[in-house]
Each structure stands twice: as structure tokens, then as C-alpha cells.
């Protein structure tokens, strides 16, 4: 991820965003003082979502020996540490905002998913005070943890899609109508999403649900082509993979929500400007393939049953 490239898209986005912003804000009787930061806007949001490309492990390392050191020619009004972590707090909404419009493109191959979102070691969860009444104890395939989960929908081309925080007690199922509202085809998960109830909903969606079964569900018989696809799920833990890990949207240092939530949006806008994300590499040609042998009966047959 080139730096100018980044901070050039940033900077259209903010421009365009801070005029709207200032008329959808309700105007009050109090008077207010508008002063302008040393940083704009797409200043501080750059800073923060490049952290997520670099190779440092802790941001305020990444300010104080990087930035402050390499970037000084491109940001020549750095503030201190300290005031740039105030600022952080302003980039918020502007965050959430850029990330929507950086999601990919619906193409009907849908894969959804949860992982963990540990805030803090097991042993201090008690003590913890900045997520009082907000994080919640959950259990992942490494055990059980205390924080939440990042529910995520992509495509096929590793693009995200659609996602949500939620505290980590929260059913997988739960989220799932809500975050596939605009989308439609074919939406493939575990077996934690086996639900009667939740396939009629997404079917009334135009979207229909996908699952492995468990050991005591009777096999079925389903096309090929969505045994195929079904195999390759494993393509979103990729994806998780890569955000906890490259992106690191997950650290136990948190020191208010706010910037918890920026930590995780910058690192999902991050992760968008990858140049190669994990991707089924399907063409045209072989989804079509795959259609046409739906229509023999001996291979579906003998391929489809799980």
C-alpha cells in the first residue's frame, strides 16, 4: 500500500464528506469554537489506517520512531503522541463512513463467519474497566476469551462484504439478517449457523443458506457446484486470519472503546487495500462448468452427498 495513493483517496473522500457532515449536523442556540487542528482530517486517518500496513506491532512505537521520523516531510504539522491520540477519537464516523464505501462487490458467492476479539488477558477480565457492561466472556476453538466478535461476510474474491461487532456471548446466527439485508444468491457458513428458522428468513431474502451438517443430520444431496464451494470456506478464516494478524485488529491494550473501534475499522480498511487477497480464482468459464455438470445426474449423485 503506497502511502500517497492512500492519502490521495482519503483526501477526496474528506473532502467531500466534511461538507455534508457540517449541514447534517443540528445546528443549537450554544456558542461553539471551531478551532482547526494542527492535522486535517485525512491526515490523521491516513496515519492511522497505514499503522495497520506497517510492520510495528504497538501504534505508539509506529508514531513516535516512524512517523515522526519519516513522515515529517509529508506531515509537516505532526502533533506529539499524545494529541494524536485525541485526535483519533474525531476520525471515528469518517472511518465508518470510508469503510462502506470500500466494500466489494456482490456477486451472489457468499461466506460468512465469526472470530474472537480478545480485549484483555482472561486473568485480568474482572479488572477491567474500560468495556464494563460491553464485553462479555465467549468461546472460540482456542477456548474461552474475554471480549467480542467480528461477524464477517465476503465474496469470493476475498472482498469484504458485510460486518459486525458484537460482545463475544452473541449467538453467530443472531447478526446474520441484518448484515445480508442487501445481498442475494448463495450465502455458505459452518455449522454454527444450522437454522430452520434463519433459512426461510434469508430465503425470503433471495438468499439461500448453506451449511456442513452435524454428525447426527442426515446427508443430503445439493449441486455440485455448492459441495465445491461449500469445500472452500476455509477461504474467510484466511481472510480472518490475515486481519487479526497483518491488519492486528485485535490487541489487549486498549485504553477507551473509542479507539477500540478505530483500531478495528482502520484495520479492515487496511486489509481492503491489499493487493492480493485470498481468492478462490474463479473465472467465468469454470463457474459455468460447474453449472453445466449439475444437469448430469450421475455426478451429482455420486459427488454431492455429504
Known amino acids: 500500500m503506497e502511502l500517497e495513493k492512500l492519502f490521495c483517496d482519503v483526501d477526496d473522500f474528506c473532502s467531500d464528506f466534511e461538507k455534508k457532515w457540517q449541514r447534517e449536523l443540528l445546528a443549537t442556540s450554544d456558542r461553539k469554537r471551531h478551532k482547526k487542528f494542527n492535522l486535517c482530517l485525512s491526515e490523521v486517518m491516513t496515519i492511522i489506517i497505514y499503522f495497520h500496513q506497517s510492520s510495528y506491532r504497538n501504534f505508539k512505537d509506529y508514531y513516535t520512531k516512524h512517523v515522526c521520523t519519516f513522515f515529517d516531510k509529508y506531515f509537516p504539522n505532526l502533533v506529539s503522541y499524545n494529541r494524536f491520540v485525541e485526535l483519533k477519537k474525531s476520525a471515528l464516523i469518517p472511518l465508518c463512513w470510508y469503510l462502506h464505501l470500500r466494500r ?82 448463495k450465502l455458505f457458513g459452518d455449522r454454527g449457523y444450522i437454522s430452520h428458522k434463519l433459512f426461510e428468513l434469508l430465503f425470503q431474502q433471495n438468499l439461500q443458506l448453506i451449511t456442513t451438517i452435524k454428525k447426527n443430520m442426515k446427508n443430503r444431496l445439493m449441486p455440485l457446484i ?81
Not at 459486525?164 to 442487501?182: F, G, Y
Not at 472452500?232 to 473509542?258: A, F, G, M, P, W
Open 104 to 185: 466489494g462487490q456482490n456477486t451472489g458467492i457468499n461466506f460468512v463467519d465469526s472470530t474472537s476479539l480478545e480485549i484483555c488477558l482472561n486473568q485480568r477480565a474482572k479488572r477491567n474497566r474500560v468495556f464494563k457492561e460491553l464485553a462479555n466472556w465467549g468461546k472460540s476453538s482456542l477456548g474461552w476469551y474475554f471480549g467480542f466478535k467480528l461477524h464477517l461476510i465476503i465474496n469470493e474474491f476475498g472482498e469484504i462484504l458485510s460486518f459486525m461487532i458484537t460482545p463475544a456471548n452473541v449467538d453467530d446466527r443472531k447478526p446474520v439478517p441484518e448484515m445480508t439485508k442487501n445481498l442475494f444468491g
Open 226 to 306: 455448492d459441495k465445491i464451494l461449500l469445500r472452500k470456506r476455509s477461504l474467510i478464516e484466511t481472510v480472518n486470519d490475515q486481519l487479526k494478524n497483518i491488519s492486528q485488529i485485535q490487541h489487549t491494550r486498549h485504553r477507551s472503546v473509542c479507539n477500540f473501534m478505530v483500531n478495528v475499522i482502520a484495520g479492515i480498511i487496511a486489509y481492503t487495500y491489499q493487493d492480493k487477497k485470498p481468492s478462490l480464482n474463479l473465472t467465468i468459464e469454470d463457474l459455468d462448468s460447474l453449472q453445466e455438470a449439475d444437469f448430469l445426474p450421475d455426478q451429482t449423485l455420486a459427488l454431492a452427498i455429504i
